[in-house]
């Protein structure tokens, strides 16, 4: 089995992959460093500005009540009054920062506030805040001081007298906890286009040396030729998404799902060697294989969410990414991962990419039955 021709061409272009490093640099080295300097930006992005706009719901309604969150205003706190059902839908889906929650009996219980029984405030959030969670809770202390300053006709703020009970929520799924969420699926991406072109131009230049024809005179067919090549392919993209993926993990990517993302891994690793035996078969010349493929491929990944994650994608644009097979591979990671997506939810994104494969297999080896083997 392991002497069959198509196994013993695929291991050699393995080999010669290997072999050469400007291929390796842009299939293993480039997406790597994508996902994790591009995961640093975004996170260091969203850290820097902390957004204090928050829900507000005033369960007590007094006079009192009122004055902090007039108090919480001149903070520089954008507090958007709401109810306590849609605050905390409003924090789990990601649409606000925090919300504040004013207990009933504020009013009341702020004349006991020194002598250890004040009100309480409620303070949630989601895990991924931390940041912004310290800083309103010190921000909810400093109103709470200057409240009770103003009532008892004090110069400067008391200590704090109003308890802060920090509450935090999970986010609802589909939506990422941390920027490396989006850019590892991204890498993944870029990992796949350098499998593809580097193989894909390889077969070129072997037809382009001869070696193609010297394997034709042998005792090998055709599709052995192609298929050798498609299986080398699978393998090297088998082996990064896997190696990536399992870089982000440890960067903090959550996979809700495992199997279906071993699903996903085998259907995109299929999906795009069958891509690349389809350009290996379309491909007449070394400038094809290094000018118009690698432009088309390009095109197709920033297209796909190879650039500006799907997320940040308008309904038009997600509509117009679907001819590429590059979104297709980084949904159906992320419905793997922070998207938590069901098996009936996925199922687009794998039947496409498994159709892709079959259609992309049939159309190469018909395509490739027809190839010159030597350019004289």
Known sequence: ????????????????????????????????????????????????????????????????????????????????????????????LG????????????????????????????????????????????MLNAASGRLLAERAGLETPANPPVRVEHQTLQPTRGRPRTAFELTFPQACAWALMGCVTGFAGSIVDERSRGTIMRLAVGPLRRWHILLG?????????????????????????????????AVAIVAIALAFSALMMLLAALLRDQQSAEGASRAVLLLLALLGGGGVPLI??????????GVSPFMWAILAIENASYRDATWLEAVPALATLLGTAAFSLVAGIIAFARWPFSDR
């Open 1 to 92: 089995m392991l002497n069959h021709p198509v196994i013993a061409l695929a291991r050699k272009d393995v080999m010669l992959l290997l072999r050469n490093r400007v291929a390796v640099f842009f299939t293993v080295v480039f997406p790597i460093a994508f996902g994790v300097l591009f995961g640093l930006l975004f996170s260091g992005t969203q850290s820097a500005a902390p957004n204090l706009a928050v829900a507000l719901v005033d369960l007590d309604d007094t006079p009192g009540s009122k004055r902090y969150a007039q108090i919480l205003a001149e903070l520089d706190i954008q507090a958007a009054p709401t109810t306590q059902d849609e605050a905390r839908r409003a924090v789990r």
């Open 95 to 138: 649409a606000t920062t925090a919300a504040v929650v004013i207990e009933q009996g504020f009013q009341e219980k702020l004349p006991r506030a020194l002598a250890g029984d004040g009100p309480t405030v409620t303070l949630l959030t989601d895990p991924a805040r931390e940041m912004e969670a310290g800083l309103l809770r010190g």
């Open 229 to 261: 090549k498609g299986l080398a392919c699978f393998v090297v993209c088998l082996t990064m998404l896997i190696g990536l993926l399992a870089v982000g993990t440890l960067l903090g990517v959550r996979f809700e799902r495992p199997l279906q993302l």
């Open 312 to 321: 940040f994608f308008q309904d038009w644009l997600r509509a117009a990414a």
